[in-house]
């Protein structure tokens, strides 16, 4: 079976990366990389350090992290010694009657269980052919966003310069496929493609898949639909210099690039400091161990750092009371979400282009 150090090294060699870059993308020291690779733990300070660097890792290296943290339990437990005392004892003899009734318990709990699933079965089947039956739903979009849940031959209506389109979630597999008026799109989770609805040869729509199971229709997919013309024609500018680490977004700039291309979306941290009062929410995206909405009053001079994998979203009473820096891949970039006085809602995530190549970018919401 493939230890825990050997899925690290295969995963990365079939990226091709080597440990300088992978430290650079994930702020990671090449002492930690290569201690994980080996499966020498003892170098970690604490056992939280070594869960936080484990996930980090496989997370980056698009691993199952789950599973990699169920390895490293396991040889965990394997490394264990068992005590000299337990080795030494004596195993206890058992009084004669023990075992006949210890046979009967188990019948008893074997035809209890049985009896239990039955129960159970009946009693799921209506609600299942009730989530079978769900009838498609309608949708209107209204504004230049909208973040829907839609499920199998949802609709969504949108309407561009006086005429209204229709795009409808036709299949939930290994992608999601949408039907739009120029044809079929599949995109898989934080993909995104742009849509020329009218067929005037300009894209109008930007749909980025937000959070779905592959081959759960159940679950549905989580999508967003942005109008990208918001930006060009109400008269909003987008300002970008990667080469200088700056990300300006003036007024209600739809969306700008902060990292330009990467093949992992890698974690980052936002990091904000406060210039006045201001109150502030902020929100994980698509890390189902950490969901919720934080939100405190933050007070001129303090700091938050927050971590994420995929995204973040944030809610500001005022745009210009804090100062917004995003930390990734061994570089810092400034961005700016707005004007004085302002109420911003806006996102910074990974979405995935049809490249297979990741960008980081920032996007406005409507307040």
Known sequence: MESLGEKFKAARNEKGLNLDQVSRETNISIRYLEAMETENFAVFPSEPYVIGFLKNYSGYLELDVQKIISLY??????????????????PPKLPGFILPVLVILLVLGAAGWGIYTLITNWQNAPVQSAAAARRPVEYMMEGNFMERR???????????????YKLELYNLGETVTIRTPGGSRSLDLGQE?????????????????????KNNADMGALLHFILTDSAVFTGYDIDVNVSSGAVSAVSSASSATIIPSSVS???????????????????????????????????????????????????????????????????TYTVEIGSAGEVVVTEIRWVRDEDSRYRLIFMRLEA
């Open 73 to 90: 339990r396991a040889l965990r437990i394997q490394e264990q010694p068992v005590p000299v005392e337990q080795l030494l004892k004596k």
């Open 150 to 164: 839609l499920y199998r031959n949802d609709t969504v209506l949108i309407s561009v310069d006086n005429e209204t």
């Open 193 to 213: 493609s742009i849509v020329d609805l009218n067929n005037d040869g300009i894209p109008e729509l930007r749909i980025t898949v937000a959070d779905f199971a």
């Open 265 to 331: 979306a890698y974690p980052f941290t936002l990091q904000v400091v406060f210039q006045g009062y201001c109150m502030f929410r902020w929100e994980i995206l698509n890390e189902r161990d950490r969901p919720g909405t934080n939100q405190r009053y933050f007070q001129r001079g303090e700091l938050l750092d927050i971590q994420a994998q995929n995204g973040i979203r944030i809610w500001s009473s005022s745009a210009q009371a804090a100062r917004f820096q995003v930390i990734g891949g061994g570089r």
